[in-house]
């Protein structure tokens, strides 16, 4: 039976991970560790300046006082002795959208295991009713893992639209779409009269393009897209070499 190491950045006792946890636990072995409380936004951050605690809790289910990316490592290096088949991160609450991808621990989480030389898959509901559906789609794509093949380095981020199964209109792999600026951040003032700030929401979709994650979670799709951390903007080079010769031309 297969492996599976299941972590999330809502935290151990978020209802994503549960939901995940149901839909998974007939086709696989299953280990949970996850945040001890919510990480959202953590993006892929480790804690370095302190050791990190886990808790074994009546559910099984292990807790770390730490990060989505601590809580993945310590799974495949502390918890299990044999290294999982398959990472999956989830049930997010909330779709993690275009650039949304490089804030979320949800989608580190599961590039922590693919660093770790796992497949990897983080899945995400954009909205917060139907984490069953979420479940289902977990599910099928686990169920038909072994049969995809990606280049090396990669990994999938699937958004799924907050619908009850039976109005999923399929499946769509997309790229990422961009977002706008995020709005300004709410100021408020804390019990002592300081002023603080409140993040806020990040931007709208700036990008309308058909092949986007945001449209075919508009349109009803489930959306699949294939990541890989090499953040190089390719076509970008030969402007920046010809900017360089220029320079040196000059010198
Ligand atoms: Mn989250």
Same mark, same amino acid.
């Given at each position: 039976m297969r492996k599976l190491l299941l972590s999330n /950045? /809502? *935290?151990?006792?978020a209802p994503g991970l549960k939901a995940l946890y149901e839909a998974l636990s007939v086709h696989a072995r299953l280990r949970v560790v996850a945040p001890d409380r919510d990480k959202s936004?953590? %993006? $892929? %951050? =480790?804690? =370095?300046s302190r050791p990190l605690s886990l808790a074994a809790l009546d559910n099984g289910f292990y807790s770390v006082d730490g990060t989505p990316a601590d809580c993945v490592y310590l799974g495949v $290096? *502390?918890?299990? /002795?044999e290294k999982p088949d398959l990472v999956i991160s989830g049930i997010n609450h909330g779709g993690n959208l275009g650039d949304d991808v490089l804030y979320s621990g949800t989608v580190a989480a599961a590039m922590e295991g693919r660093n770790l030389g796992m497949a990897a898959i983080a899945v995400s509901l954009? *909205? %917060? +009713?139907?984490f069953d559906t979420a479940g289902r789609v977990a599910a099928s794509l686990v169920g038909a893992a072994d049969t995809l093949s990606l280049p090396p380095r990669s990994l999938l981020n699937v958004n799924v639209p907050d619908l009850p199964w039976e109005e999923i209109r399929g499946f769509r792999v997309t790229r990422m779409g961009y977002r706008g600026p995020a709005q300004r951040p709410l100021e408020v003032k804390d019990p002592r009269g300081r002023t603080r700030y409140w993040i806020a929401p990040a931007g709208e979709s700036a990008d309308e393009g058909s092949d986007t994650d945001f449209a075919a979670i508009e349109a009803g799709y489930v959306s699949i897209t294939p990541l890989q951390? /090499? =953040?190089? +903007?390719h076509a970008a080079i030969g402007d920046v070499r010809g900017w360089l010769d220029a320079l040196s031309g000059q010198a």
């Open positions: /950045d /809502d *935290g151990v006792h936004g953590a %993006s $892929n %951050s =480790l804690t =370095l $290096n *502390g918890v299990w /002795d954009v *909205g %917060s +009713r139907h951390t /090499d =953040l190089t +903007r």
